[in-house]
Each structure stands twice: as structure tokens, then as C-alpha cells.
């Protein structure tokens, strides 16, 4: 069951179907879009899902959002380029992000506070130049906001040796844990130390490549980035 991309921008969810409807805690699943596009913005790396020659592969990329679209960094010469047909190669794209380690008196109640972005669709190599160079732009200030400006835009020769896939988001869902851990009332008394560790990601000082010119000052796009 697959829907348009126009469904999901009329009314502000994504729909539901077969394949974003869980078997497992469906209170825990949400598809408004707004929810999903924030995931999708604040992770860095996805984990797309494809099959090549009858065998199942799932791959790290960098991506970003454009509107709709999410756009996935590549190779031209990749496995995965050279597979996509005319019509578009079948895709299950995941973005997840751990917020807290769940520590409960039983074993069986221990658990991940996180929120998991799943993503169904086709994706499609960009061969139109002007999205192309669009997609690698917001590419490079998905990672650090205000780089494009501060750096090389590719050559015709990277360019050809770069690819990029766009999935449009027209199926996803989003589901997500937060709060303590929800031990059985029996166990309440039992004398283990429950609660939730909370888990961020936090970018270090920056680190100056060893040929960079002592007289290139740190930028402010870079000094002002420690967290996403």
C-alpha cells in the first residue's frame, strides 16, 4: 500500500499503512509529519535497505531534507547507484536516535528511550544538475550549518564522480520510548537501583588540520557548533 506525496502535506500526517503500522506497541507510533521531519534533521546518518541481485543490503549514508525529499550522498560508481532503474529501486530507509538507557529492577523491563524514523519508498538518482548541486549543498549545512559558504564547491570532475539519491517522503512513521522504566508493580520493592541514563551526542573542541595555515582563524560557523 503506497500513497503520494501530496497526501501527507494536505493534512499534516503521513498516512497509515500496512507497512507503518507496527504488530508490536502501536501507542508508541506516531505519523504526523511534523515529528518525522524533526528526526529526520537532527540525525546525521540513515541506514537504507535495498536488494541487489535477489540479496538483502542495508548501508550507512549521510542525508538531508529538502521539503519532502530526502537526499542520500553516493558514488557514481557505487553498487547501489548502478541499480537504480528508471522507475526507481525499492527502498526502506531508518534514522534512529538514542536518548536514554532504561535500567529497570527486572531484566525483562530494561529498555532504550529513542525516537526511530522509518522511511518506505522508492529512490531515484538526481540527474537533473541544478538539484544535484542543490542536494550536495544542503548535504554539506546538514552537518555544519553555514559550510557551503566557507568551503570549495565541487569541480566538474567531483561532481561526476558523485551521485545522489532522493527518496520522497510519502510513507514514514515515526515511533519513540520516553520516561522511566516501567517495572510490575511486584518488583517495586526489590532492592536494585532503577531509572534512565541519559544518553546525547556532544561535538568536541575543533581539531585544525595539520597543513592549515596558524593564520586561517576558526570560523564562526565551526567555533559556535558543539551540539545538535
Not at 202 to 227: F, I, K, M, Q, T
Request: charged share 20%; hydrophobic share 40%; glycine share 6%.
Amino acid at each position: 500500500m503506497t500513497t503520494s506525496e501530496g497526501a501527507a502535506r494536505r493534512d499534516g500526517e503521513f498516512p497509515v499503512t500496512t507497512r507503518t503500522t507496527p504488530s508490536r506497541r502501536r501507542d508508541r507510533v506516531r505519523h504526523e509529519v511534523t515529528p518525522v521531519h524533526a528526526v529526520l534533521d537532527e540525525a546525521l546518518v540513515c541506514h537504507l535497505g535495498f536488494v541487489v541481485d535477489g540479496e538483502p543490503v542495508v548501508l550507512p549514508f549521510l542525508h538531508t531534507r529538502l521539503g519532502e525529499n530526502l537526499y542520500l550522498h553516493t558514488s557514481s560508481g557505487s553498487r547501489l547507484t548502478r541499480s537504480v532503474p528508471p522507475e526507481g529501486l525499492p527502498v526502506c530507509l531508518t534514522v534512529t536516535l538514542l536518548d536514554g538507557l532504561v535500567l529497570a529492577r527486572s531484566q525483562f523491563h530494561h529498555s532504550l528511550n529513542y525516537r526511530s524514523v522509518v522511511v518506505h519508498g522508492r529512490a531515484h538518482r538526481v540527474e537533473d544538475p541544478e538539484e544535484l548541486v542543490a542536494a550536495l549543498t544542503a548535504l554539506v549545512e546538514h552537518v555544519v550549518p553555514g559550510r557551503s559558504a566557507a568551503s570549495r564547491p565541487g569541480s566538474a570532475r567531483e561532481l561526476a564522480a558523485t551521485a545522489v539519491l532522493r527518496v520522497p517522503l510519502a510513507e514514514a512513521s515515526l515511533k519513540a520510548r520516553s520516561g522511566p522504566p516501567a517495572d510490575d508493580p511486584a518488583d517495586a520493592d526489590l532492592p536494585y537501583w532503577a531509572g534512565v541514563v541519559p544518553v546525547s551526542t556532544v561535538l568536541g573542541p575543533p581539531e585544525p588540520a595539520p597543513d592549515l595555515d596558524p593564520a586561517v582563524p576558526l570560523p564562526d560557523h565551526v567555533a559556535g557548533y558543539r551540539s545538535r
